[in-house]
């Protein structure tokens, strides 16, 4: 265990639908980083939170949002689902940033999400 | 940030030690080198990092050579459950975020 909590750990849905993933942070953690892993494209970075705020962004498509609420717990809302959209989700967490060389991420276990 | 490569695939008998190198012949002083490693379909794990001397630790070593172009991750006695995809990831230390980009990595095999 991480110390890095994602649900639901899968999910199925149709096209167009919207969904919601969460992650918990690790206890301490400022920072929550989502990842998007799909088949052919690898880790793709999509958002970074910093104690409720937006500190640093990837590749997020419109259709995706995320915030940070004040208990540090994260969510990444998916909407207008499409097929292209199935992946893994992984959220990871850091201490921040104040230490020097601290770049360490714990991720969580990641959530398949599936859209048929 | 400085770009990496690393080889696809590699292969290593169980009980040897794993090499694993990484190129990044554009780092530059500020920036870190950080490992990772991906065990199917899991969360990625934090392995190790250097600036610019060697670092070793419970799961591995850093070799970084001197003029920071290259590095090497060593995995002193593999075992089959280090078969894992491998990143290295060149950073730098920033108070704008600490997303790491991570590439194709090493797919490394572990074999009885």
């Known amino acids: 265990d991480s110390g890095v909590t994602q649900t639901p750990k899968h999910l199925i849905t149709a096209t167009g639908q919207r969904v919601t993933l969460r992650c918990s942070p690790r206890s301490g953690d400022l920072s929550v980083y989502w990842y998007q892993q799909s088949l052919d494209q690898g880790l793709q970075f999509l958002i970074q939170y910093y104690n409720g705020e937006e500190r640093a962004k990837g590749n997020i498509l419109e259709r995706f949002s995320a915030q940070q609420f004040p208990d540090l717990h994260s969510e990444l809302n998916l909407s207008s689902l499409e097929l292209g959209d199935s992946a893994l989700y992984f959220c990871a967490s850091s201490a921040e940033p104040l230490l020097r060389g601290a770049n360490v991420l714990t991720f969580g276990a990641g959530s398949r999400l599936t859209v048929l | ?112």
Not at chain 2, 19 to 39: A, D, M
Not at chain 2, 82 to 98: E, F, L, M, Q
Request: net charge neutral; with cysteine.
């Open chain 2, 1 to 112: 940030d400085a770009k990496t490569t690393q080889p696809p695939s590699m292969d290593c008998a169980e009980g040897r030690a794993a090499n694993l190198p990484c190129n990044h012949s554009t780092i530059s002083g500020n920036e870190y080198v950080y490992w990772y490693r991906q065990i199917h379909s899991q969360g990625p794990q934090y392995i190790i990092h250097g600036l610019k001397n060697n670092e070793t630790n419970e799961m591995a070593s850093l070799i970084i050579t001197e003029d920071r172009k290259s590095s090497t991750l060593i995995l002193p006695h593999a075992t089959l459950r280090d078969t894992a995809v491998y990143y290295c990831i060149v950073r730098a230390d920033s108070n704008s975020g600490y997303a790491l980009n991570f590439g194709k990595g090493t797919s490394l095999l572990v074999t009885p």
